[in-house]
Nanobody, 123 residues
């Protein structure tokens, strides 16, 4: 399996927006569930969102529900995470990961990962 390629991180003020991208150069991402995870220094990695491959259903952590939206563009073989109304507590390194079956609540079941991208929300 090839790794995933991420883009779209950066520094943004509270209340601002960013869109993260996750692309798969070597396989068809539409056939995989794709999850987004984040990790702050000294903190546990936590699940943020996930989109299933079978029915397109989506999952969100309570902390981001209503502010983040996960979606697919199969023509671009890419999954996106649109992040609106960003808060300082959203700061961390964001990773995407793919699984051939479905969205799992824990990150340990995901074998294919992106390189990570820094998201910093600060004034």
């Amino acid at each position: 399996q090839v790794q995933l390629v991420q883009s779209g991180g950066g520094l943004v003020q509270p209340g601002g927006s960013l869109r993260l991208s996750c692309a798969a150069p070597g396989f068809t991402l539409a056939n995989y569930a794709v999850g987004w995870f984040r990790q702050a220094p000294g903190k546990e990695r936590e699940g943020v969102s996930c989109i299933n491959s079978s029915d397109g259903s989506t999952l969100y952590a309570d902390s981001v529900k209503g502010r983040f939206t996960i979606s697919r563009d199969n023509a671009k073989n890419t999954v996106y995470l649109q992040m609106n109304s960003l808060k300082p507590e959203d700061t961390g390194v964001y990773y995407c990961a793919a699984h051939p079956d479905h969205c799992y609540p824990g990150s340990y079941r995901y074998d294919v990962w992106g390189q990570g991208t820094q998201v910093t929300v600060s004034s």
